[in-house]
């Protein structure tokens, strides 16, 4: 009897010692990133404002938050295998990432096969989502980015003519884009009377411009990413075209402005940030914070990486689980998160609901012009 009994006192302590353990790991949260390679500014930025985030709230269901961090050097094969480690060596219970949409695409069929919540901070193409049971985003999609880019030229900006100039490199950005621009605007009214193709690295788009300015263009709508289209502006205005030039959320970042210089001067663009936006108090939270850890500014890029990791540890809490299965449907139930970059739904489709905002580059800064929703 005796020993039945100390046998009994010593499973019962294991199994306390084991609970106890497990409370205390962390959860771990996986993020991957292009934190070198062509798309690394955005990474660079999510990345300050995902650790600005870890730092305002560290702690989910009485356990610390671990951040994974995996460079996806830019490249979707890259984010796939990041993907992949984050699952199976890391065993994190929900992802972060990617940056861009082919990022996002790629990562995000890793995420699904295995049953792991991730949200993108800033891919926009509609098919990162779509089909998907367990991937989400922070962000707008491209159908609301470009109806309001449709706007703004139509109705704002007064244009019955437009010129879409397109990456063709970026099929799942800038060709996806434009044609849903041509798409609003042709139903707004307007025409666009040619479209032309770049590729990122080339260096060279006169002969392009040179096609636009004969098709003479009201406006010229430009869903590139920064480098490219600080380019394109230079070389646009050293050909005397005056059309104004408007931009999408990839080129929504300072270098934008460093590389362009005057020749950027009075571009829209249509963005997901704006400091003189920010309404929430998590978002004039998060501002503070960012400025005192970064002494900085907060950008857009960063903000939608904290609205991300807020998301996502928001719904482990909501879950009172770490279960994949339960996280997702905590997603799905976010009618009115107030982040840093606005008011969000999550649908049960996983579509993103959320505001825009039109920024102009004015005396070498992003100027609020105003908030769309939708």
């Known amino acids: 009897m005796k020993r039945a009994i100390h046998f009994a006192l010593l499973l019962a302590l294991l199994t306390f010692q084991n609970l106890t ?7 771990r949260i996986g993020v991957y990133l292009p934190m070198t390679g062509s798309a690394a500014v955005f990474g660079q930025m999510e990345w300050l404002g ?3 985030a870890h730092a305002m ?3 989910v269901l009485g356990r610390k938050v671990k951040l994974v961090l995996k460079d996806s050097k830019s490249d979707p094969t890259e984010a796939a295998g990041a993907v992949e480690s984050l699952v199976k060596e890391h065993k994190v219970v929900g992802i972060v990432g990617g940056a861009t949409s082919a990022e996002a695409l790629a990562g995000g069929s890793i995420a699904e096969k295995y049953g792991i919540p991730m949200i993108s901070p800033s891919a926009t193409n509609l ?10 985003r922070a962000c707008f999609d491209d159908s609301f980015q470009s109806q309001v880019a449709a706007r703004q030229a139509r109705i704002a900006m007064g244009a019955e003519t437009a010129a879409v100039i397109v990456d063709i490199a970026k099929a799942d950005y800038s060709v996806g884009l434009g044609n ?16 032309a193709y770049i590729q990122t690295g080339d260096r060279d788009f006169k002969s392009q411009l040179s096609e636009v300015n004969g098709a003479n263009p ?13 380019l394109l502006a230079k070389q646009a205005r050293e050909l005397g075209i005056k059309a104004p030039i408007l931009m999408a959320d990839g080129a929504h970042v300072p270098e934008l402005i460093q590389d362009g210089g005057k020749a950027v001067e009075g571009v829209y663009l249509t963005a997901h940030f704006s400091l003189e936006a920010v309404n929430t108090n998590l978002g004039q939270r998060f501002v503070a914070k960012f400025k005192k850890k970064y002494q900085r500014d907060a950008d857009g890029f960063g903000a939608l990486g904290a609205d991300a990791y807020f998301i996502l540890t928001g719904a482990i809490g909501r879950a009172e689980s770490s279960k994949g299965s339960t996280i997702r449907t905590a997603l799905t139930q976010m009618r009115n998160f107030k982040g840093v970059t606005g008011a969000i739904k999550i649908e049960e489709n996983g579509k993103t609901v959320k505001s825009l905002v039109v920024t102009r580059v004015n005396n070498g800064k992003f100027d609020y012009v105003a908030t769309v929703n939708p």
């Open 21 to 27: 353990v497990t409370a205390q790991e962390p959860i």
């Open 50 to 52: 995902i650790q600005t």
């Open 57 to 59: 709230t560290d702690e």
């Open 127 to 136: 098919l990162v989502t779509r089909d998907k049971k367990y991937v989400f």
């Open 180 to 195: 849903l621009f041509l798409k609003a605007f042709g139903e707004m009214g307007g025409k666009v009377v040619i479209t």
């Open 218 to 230: 009201e406006i010229i709508y430009a869903p590139n990413y920064y480098k490219e289209n600080a």
